[in-house]
């Protein structure tokens, strides 16, 4: 920046901070100390009168680095957002006056800490740049849609009604999917008791009449690369031919393969023509098309037995160990196929827990038994082949006892399994520069970390299920319909309506340079000092979102459309050359630095807090506004994620003669609860090291403690920092102290 | 076995629940029954039954003809109603055990001593005889139900209470001896001979 950096500090005296703190004090310190320009203090700072007060100082006084030292960064977000300045928050609200007992004994203490973060504040902003766009996008707003079924068409449909251009590529020679192979579905509107037409055709002609919709069949995506606003994807058609084409942003729509009943041989498949899946139901059901249903080999049908759950829910080698959600519902469609036909065909739906989702689901289950399908709770154990059709052997969980019945035909309800291209876990991606294409690999992304989306469990590729289920680990690129989870048609169109909108955001972010989920709207990113990396490659390694590639040189690459500024890569960087405008190795260490720490014979302990501003940071804001009280000697840093914690900060913090320090990051492991889905597990990881640094100071372990924290832990968060003092003060003060 | 549990058998074969729907009252809600089990869990009785509601129902699904219409269950039934109060389904549960025991006794399945149909049927002639309850018969008729000790022991115990209603005009000897009736007879037992006449050409169309 050309500008010359002036810092102002503003300090507010209301919410009775004014009654409870010296803020004239506070003001001092900023001046002398912290070297603050202009320094002011209101009476009441995010009123219109205060806010102005603020702004006229950026327009007329040039001061462009504002400390604002009065309630938590997450309050008054809206009052305090000013353009192209760079700004810090001191939390005396929520942070000091709220946590502590309005005492005379407890004054002092009281006044040290605001006085702390008055320093912090102003310390933090003055090695801060105002972060501008980096300008890398090229402004692509146009979709890519990989796979043309249900899915995959209502997204194409969604995005150019809200007036963007969506290409579909599908692999096969037609639109339709999975969908198309339906004689009927499940009925989507009220009375819910018939199966209706699955309106896939009808959705193939409104793709064909949209002129903002391009198709290209008999094509799967060779190679995709960029990043949001800027993707290149290269379509190659069956004969070879490739296209290279530009969008803003990707939807997968890859969808489900039906489960291989093969696997299932003691339900007696691959043996005859009268068991069959689901899918093959539906064939001899359209072959019918209303009239009498017969086996594959032509025979009668007069009494049908449906299996559910056959190779799903169960813990066995091999099969699923989830429920795929729709086979209940289509059982029951598909028992009316034949009653509807001919009520006197008997059918039996074979269910351990029946479970029919949807605000129709239990009407249509109704109807399934008013129509006269007989519902048995029951699990079946063997099919076998009884020369006139099967007899299915079953034990029955209402009258407790194993028992059998015969049947024409036995149809298995499989389940879902995701197309959901390569497991990038057991894949690695290609040697830079030698570039292969995968056709197992849906997107075939040359991204360092995989050539395809990531899994989350099972093979299907989720993403944070909990908070934010529409988003992926890969920014731009969404997942929509039964590859990100099993679902329904009805859920099917839900999911690729969502995706279509989430996709339309990012590519509008990215043409103004902002973040996506969870860090909206930041335009800071991550950049690196070339000369220092000494290409560890622990930031492309570590990255939870494939945001670095590697160039020709191996120096890390970092594409900022994709980046979601977690800062794990500037945590995990060794020579610490990663850093964002406004967020940096600087900017905490920095806080961390100026905290005034009082002699040890003042038995005035200090504990530094790093808290992830996600989930610990609002928790301990929420214990101020509940009234919870915790010990006047922490120093509460929030963080982007616990995973952009570097170990220098732990190392000068020990150093510099703080007592003891605590780090709350989210929940990790399976239930993960980290808005960057691996930022607190790396950071625990390497939180492991701490031991060694603590050992080579003479130091006791306890004065480090990492914890998971939810955002609803308000009295625990506090409480641990209660412990940590505790702790201290049995194992007495650091001997660090200058 | 009787002729028309003979020819019920031939006509439904495997279809039990085919039965149930065509002849037990209110017998077509069986099949919507959710097995959710509410119904087992509500009933005060639940845990004397052999088999409670949920379970006769999935044993109607599973055609266990005999299992069912022999079975001492319905018959248990005190019409308290908190299975029909609670079904989600709707089920008109009590209505469908007094119709399956109902069903049970015209084909003769009913188990042969049992005193709920027992005390039914001893009620139902007392009440038919002269169109109202003669309360002295049907009580003595109870006591003597199982035979003559039994009776004899019921009332020795009853005694007490007796007298006291001997003494208070509550209850008249005299009643033994005919008792009072309808103004009447005739008509009633020309209205239930009609009745019956009626249930049993229906019977016959099965």
């Known amino acids: ?738 | 076995m009787s002729d028309m549990n003979t020819a019920m058998v031939e006509k439904y074969r495997n279809s039990f629940l085919s039965e149930v729907e065509a002849n037990v009252e209110e017998g077509e809600w069986v099949k919507m029954c959710m097995q959710c089990g509410v119904c087992s869990g509500s009933c005060p009785f639940g845990p004397y039954w052999d088999h409670p509601p949920q379970e006769l129902f999935m044993m109607i699904r599973a055609g266990k003809r005999e299992a069912v219409l022999s079975s001492e269950s319905m018959w248990m039934c005190t019409s308290c109603y908190n299975c029909i109060a609670r079904c989600p389904r709707g089920l008109p549960i009590t209505h469908i055990m007094h119709g399956l025991a109902h069903y049970a006794k015209r084909l003769g399945l009913a188990p042969k001593n049992q005193q709920t149909m027992k005390f039914a049927s001893i009620f139902w002639d007392n009440l038919t005889k002269k169109g109202r309850v003669n309360e002295l018969q049907l009580g003595l008729k109870l006591y003597f139900m199982n035979g003559f000790v039994e009776g004899i022991k019921t009332a020795l115990c009853m005694k007490e209470m007796g007298m006291s209603m001997l003494m208070t005009k509550r209850m008249s000897p005299m009643e033994y001896f005919g008792g009072h009736s309808i103004k009447d007879t005739k008509g009633l037992h020309a209205i239930l001979k009609k009745a019956r006449e009626i249930e049993e050409a229906k019977a016959k169309q099965f």
Request: contains cysteine; proline residues 4%.
């Open chain 1, 1 to 738: 920046m050309a500008e010359e950096k002036k810092v102002g500090t503003y300090i507010c005296k209301g919410c009775g901070i004014g009654d409870r703190v010296n803020t004239a004090g506070m003001a001092t310190i900023a001046t002398r100390e912290c070297k603050s320009q202009v320094t002011k203090e209101h009476d009441f700072l995010c009123s219109a009168e205060g806010v102005k007060m603020i702004q006229d100082d950026i327009d007329n006084d040039g001061v462009n680095h504002i400390a604002i030292v009065a309630c938590s960064r997450r309050a008054k977000t809206e009052a305090f957002s000013f353009e192209n300045v760079a700004i810090s928050r001191g939390n005396v609200r929520e942070g000091v006056i709220w946590v502590r007992p309005d005492t005379d004994e407890a004054s002092e203490t009281t006044q040290e800490m605001a006085e702390d973060y008055t320093r912090m504040a102003v310390h933090e902003v003055s090695v801060m740049t105002p972060p501008t766009p980096s300008g890398q996008s090229e402004g692509r707003k146009n979709l890519l849609i990989v796979g043309g079924g249900i899915s995959g068409m209502t997204a194409a449909i969604e995005a150019a009604r809200a007036g963007y251009e969506a290409t579909i590529v599908e692999k096969t020679g037609a639109l339709g999917g999975s969908a198309a192979n339906l004689y009927r579905r499940v009925p989507e509107s009220s009375p819910f008791k018939d199966p209706e037409d699955s309106g896939v055709a009808a959705l193939i002609a409104a793709v064909d009449a949209d002129s903002k919709i391009t198709v290209h069949l008999n094509s799967t995506v060779t190679k995709t690369s960029g990043a949001p606003g800027r993707f290149s994807a290269d379509i190659t058609t069956e004969s070879g031919a490739t296209a290279t084409e530009n969008f803003g942003a990707i939807i997968q729509t890859s969808g489900f393969t039906e489960y291989d009943a093969n696997q299932l041989p003691h339900l007696g498949y691959g043996k005859g023509k009268n068991v069959v899946t689901q899918m093959e139901l539906e064939a001899l059901a359209a072959a019918a098309d209303g009239g009498v249903i017969k086996t594959a080999d032509g025979k009668d049908i007069n009494s049908v037995v449906f299996i559910q759950c056959a190779g799903q829910r169960s813990d066995e080698e091999g099969h699923l160990p989830y429920c795929s959600g729709h086979c209940c519902t289509t059982s029951i469609k598909q028992a009316m196929y034949f009653k509807d036909q001919n009520p006197a065909i008997d059918t039996t739906v074979m269910f351990t827990d029946l479970r029919t989702p949807g605000a129709g689901g239990e009407d249509f289950y109704r109807s399934g038994q008013d129509k006269g399908i007989n519902f048995t709770k029951g699990v079946a154990s063997e099919v076998t082949d009884n020369g006139n059709g099967c007899t299915v052997k079953f034990r029955d969980m209402i009258l407790d006892e194993d028992t059998s019945t015969d049947a024409d035909l036995v149809v298995l309800a499989t389940g879902m399994v995701a197309n959901a291209g390569v497991d990038i876990d057991v894949v690695g991606q290609d040697d830079p520069g030698k570039w292969e294409v995968s056709v197992d690999s849906i997107l075939n992304l040359d991204y360092r970390q995989g050539k395809d989306m990531p899994q989350l469990r099972h093979g299907f590729n989720d993403s944070h299920f909990i908070c934010f289920p529409y988003e992926t680990r890969r920014t731009g690129i969404y997942t929509a319909g039964p590859t990100r989870r099993p679902m329904d048609i009805g859920q099917a169109i839900e999911d690729a309506t969502g995706a279509a909108l989430k996709a339309i955001q990012a590519a509008e972010n990215a043409e103004l340079g902002r973040a996506a989920h969870p860090r909206s709207g930041d335009l800071s990113y991550p950049s690196f000092r070339k000369e220092g990396c000494t290409q560890c490659k622990r930031c492309t390694v570590e990255c939870p979102f494939g945001a670095i590639d590697e160039d020709e040189e191996r120096y890390p690459q970092f594409n900022e459309g994709r980046c979601r500024r977690c800062g794990t890569c500037m945590g995990a960087c060794p020579v610490r050359v990663i850093s964002f405008d406004n967020y940096s190795i600087d900017t905490v260490g920095n806080q961390i630095k100026n905290v005034d720490i009082p002699e040890e014979f003042d038995e005035k302990p200090r504990i530094l807090v790093l808290a992830c501003e996600n989930d610990a940071y609002p928790a301990l804001d929420m214990a101020a506004m509940n009234g919870v009280e915790y010990s006047a000697f922490a120093r509460i840093i929030p963080i982007r994620c616990l995973g952009s914690t570097n170990l220098i900060w732990v190392t000068d913090a020990l150093n510099s003669g703080y007592d003891g320090i605590i780090l709350m990051g989210c929940q990790k492991g399976e239930n993960y609860q980290c808005h960057f889905v691996k930022g607190s597990e790396i950071a625990q990881d390497r939180m492991s090291k701490v031991d060694d640094t603590l050992q080579s100071l003479s130091l006791e372990p306890e004065r480090v403690e990492t914890y998971e924290i939810a955002i609803t832990d308000i009295e625990r968060a506090p409480q641990l920092i209660n412990d940590m003092a505790a702790t201290i003060e049995k194992i007495g003060m650091s001997p660090f102290k200058f």
